[in-house]
């Protein structure tokens, strides 16, 4: 063998301890899913933003986006516990989404009592009911969006 071959046999060695350790990380759920930091780090963005336009006075559209994010990680999280988001052609409501999200044990009945709240305060927001909710509403709203996220990973 030459020292190139030896050579090329130790880096494989290398590579293959290196994969073996992974997947035993893995298999013992060490690791979250590249598509978990994916969506936690796009989530956390629209978040940022959200807080970066309620403290410049557009609470409306803070809220807007923070309810958007919200109901895209529901949507994520139900692909994660096999909850339906399509009825035929037609979307399944963020609710629902809720609901069946409680009772395919991803969170609590809490969390889904809390998330119902925010898809309200994002409802009134998107549909022009701005006196129904404050600047303070909203920031509180983001800060309990971010928190939800974090504790339930899609």
């Known amino acids: 063998m030459s020292m190139s071959q030896m050579h090329d046999f130790d880096h494989l060695s290398c590579i293959v301890g290196i994969c073996r350790s992974l997947l035993s990380d893995i298999r013992s759920g060490y690791?979250?899913?590249f598509e978990e930091i994916i969506h936690a780090n796009i989530?956390?963005?629209y978040l940022e933003?959200?807080?970066?336009?309620?403290?410049s006075g557009y609470k409306d559209a803070a809220a807007v986006i923070a309810g958007s994010t919200l109901e895209a990680h529901l949507k994520s999280l139900a692909v994660k516990f096999s909850v339906p988001t399509m009825v035929g052609a037609n979307p399944v409501k963020a609710d629902k989404i809720n609901a069946d999200l409680v009772k395919?044990?991803?969170y609590t009945k809490l969390d889904q009592k809390s998330v119902t709240s925010w898809l309200d305060l994002r409802n009134n927001a998107a549909h022009g009911?701005?006196?129904e909710y404050?600047?303070?509403?909203?920031k509180v709203m983001?800060?309990?969006v971010r928190d939800?996220?974090?504790r339930n990973p899609a």
């Open 31 to 33: 690791l979250q899913s």
């Open 43 to 45: 989530f956390s963005d």
């Open 49 to 55: 933003m959200a807080e970066h336009l309620n403290s």
């Open 104 to 106: 395919a044990n991803a």
């Open 129 to 131: 009911k701005y006196g």
């Open 134 to 138: 404050d600047k303070s509403q909203v």
């Open 142 to 144: 983001i800060l309990a």
């Open 148 to 150: 939800f996220v974090g």
